[in-house]
């Protein structure tokens, strides 16, 4: 079988309208600007109204992605939306994507790996490419966190926020656009960062709501000590990979995770934190749709041309973790 080159052709993204400022957060919580600020480098995020699920965004998203590339809803192949806040089990997002989008011969899936989820499905994305499945394929990465925030709890309700990022993922001639190296791993646990409620294992009921089972918890420290570990492991892993140096790197368009978190690990990996792309002091930390509104964001900002190498990278709950490094 032989493998033809990838290219995103086309990048999209949609926050929602609201803005929460830490000083409103400081109305409701006890925290400050200062302590938000200097913890995690999040000054304000977007939250979603009542009313609105996470398609809402996902879709808007996915036809900027589809507009910037050129590409007739028609033409769309497959649909894969990452997320951990679907809008409901059943139907798939992606269902209500193609539905949303008009998307007429397009298959697809949810991809369900947390704040990693974005760059699982653009490596299974440019696979289905790259062996010829596919020749058009939408990936979405689209949350509304705020649905499962614990909003009385100050450590997660201070980071996470909503929104939705796309690509779309086309052929390129051999030799050009392509994937160079991808990186993954998962190691199971149910201590560090969980959403245990509403599955088979605790199903809804009165009780699992009132033990808040339904709402995410986090242990924050060891969070931190996972999440700089692995975020330079997959740096310099990935690189290696690839068989370049992390200084050849044009671009890193991290997980907008938490700054301290990206310069403890950009430290660590020998790399300097102005290689990352940060977009975290305005958006947060939007699990699953970090990485595409942040590249989305880089890509109107003029900051990638083809040829250029940029790695993208994520992790969270599972644990799980995943990179990309591609020739745009
Ligand atoms: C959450 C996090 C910022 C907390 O910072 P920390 O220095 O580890 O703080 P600790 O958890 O030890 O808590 C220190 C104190 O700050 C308090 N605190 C937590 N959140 C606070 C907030 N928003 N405002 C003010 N104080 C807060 C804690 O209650 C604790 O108080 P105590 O000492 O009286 O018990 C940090 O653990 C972290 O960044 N973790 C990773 C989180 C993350 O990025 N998650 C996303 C993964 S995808």
């Given at each position: 079988?032989?493998?033809?080159?990838?290219?995103?052709?086309?990048?999209?993204?949609?926050?929602?309208?609201?803005v929460?400022?830490?000083?409103?957060?400081?109305k409701?919580?006890?925290?400050?600007?200062?302590?938000?600020?200097?913890?995690?480098?999040?000054?304000?995020?977007?939250?979603?109204?009542?009313?609105?699920?996470?398609?809402?965004?996902?879709?808007?998203?996915?036809?900027?992605?589809?507009?910037?590339?050129?590409?007739?809803?028609?033409?769309?192949d497959?649909?894969?939306?990452?997320?951990?806040?679907?809008?409901?089990?059943?139907?798939?997002?992606?269902?209500?994507?193609?539905r949303?989008l008009?998307?007429?011969?397009?298959?697809?899936?949810?991809?369900?790996?947390?704040?990693?989820?974005?760059v699982?499905?653009?490596?299974?994305?440019?696979?289905?490419?790259?062996?010829?499945?596919?020749?058009?394929?939408?990936?979405?990465?689209a949350?509304?966190?705020?649905?499962?925030?614990?909003?009385s709890d100050?450590?997660?309700?201070?980071?996470?926020?909503?929104?939705?990022?796309?690509?779309?993922?086309?052929?390129?001639?051999?030799?050009e656009?392509?994937v160079?190296?991808?990186?993954y791993?998962?190691?199971?646990?149910?201590?560090v960062?969980?959403?245990?409620g509403?599955?088979?294992?605790?199903?809804?009921?009165?009780?699992?709501?009132?033990?808040?089972?339904?709402?995410?918890?986090?242990?924050?420290?060891?969070?931190?000590?996972?999440?700089?570990?692995?975020?330079?492991?997959l740096?310099?892993?990935?690189?290696?990979d690839?068989?370049?140096?992390?200084?050849?790197?044009?671009?890193?368009?991290?997980?907008?995770?938490?700054?301290?978190?990206?310069?403890?690990?950009?430290?660590?990996?020998?790399?300097?934190?102005d290689?990352?792309?940060l977009?975290?002091?305005?958006?947060?930390n939007?699990?699953?749709?970090?990485?595409?509104?942040?590249?989305?964001?880089?890509?109107?900002?003029?900051?990638?041309e083809?040829?250029?190498?940029?790695l993208?990278?994520?992790?969270?709950?599972?644990?799980s973790?995943?990179?990309?490094?591609?020739?745009?």
């Amino acid at each position: 079988m032989s493998l033809h080159g990838v290219r995103i052709a086309g990048t999209g993204s949609c926050l929602p309208e609201r803005v929460v400022t830490n000083a409103d957060l400081e109305k409701r919580l006890d925290t400050s600007d200062e302590w938000i600020r200097s913890r995690t480098g999040i000054g304000e995020r977007r939250w979603a109204s009542e009313d609105e699920a996470t398609s809402d965004f996902a879709i808007p998203a996915g036809r900027r992605a589809l507009e910037a590339a050129g590409c007739d809803p028609a033409d769309v192949d497959f649909v894969i939306c990452a997320t951990l806040t679907p809008d409901m089990p059943m139907p798939s997002t992606a269902g209500l994507i193609q539905r949303g989008l008009n998307l007429e011969k397009a298959g697809g899936f949810d991809l369900s790996s947390a704040c990693a989820g974005f760059v699982h499905a653009l490596t299974v994305g440019t696979n289905y490419v790259r062996t010829g499945s596919a020749k058009n394929v939408l990936v979405v990465g689209a949350e509304t966190m705020t649905k499962v925030l614990d909003h009385s709890d100050r450590a997660t309700a201070v980071i996470f926020a909503d929104g939705a990022g796309a690509a779309l993922l086309q052929p390129a001639p051999a030799g050009e656009s392509d994937v160079l190296a991808s990186r993954y791993g998962l190691r199971g646990d149910d201590e560090v960062l969980l959403l245990k409620g509403g599955g088979s294992r605790y199903p809804t009921t009165h009780e699992s709501v009132d033990e808040k089972l339904h709402l995410i918890f986090m242990e924050g420290r060891a969070t931190f000590r996972f999440a700089v570990k692995t975020f330079a492991s997959l740096i310099t892993e990935t690189c290696d990979d690839a068989g370049i140096a992390p200084q050849d790197l044009k671009l890193i368009v991290p997980h907008q995770v938490n700054m301290r978190i990206i310069e403890a690990a950009c430290t660590r990996a020998k790399v300097s934190t102005d290689k990352c792309f940060l977009n975290i002091e305005t958006v947060g930390n939007t699990s699953a749709a970090s990485v595409p509104i942040a590249l989305d964001d880089a890509v109107r900002a003029g900051k990638l041309e083809r040829g250029d190498l940029v790695l993208m990278l994520a992790f969270g709950g599972g644990l799980s973790w995943s990179s990309i490094l591609l020739r745009w």
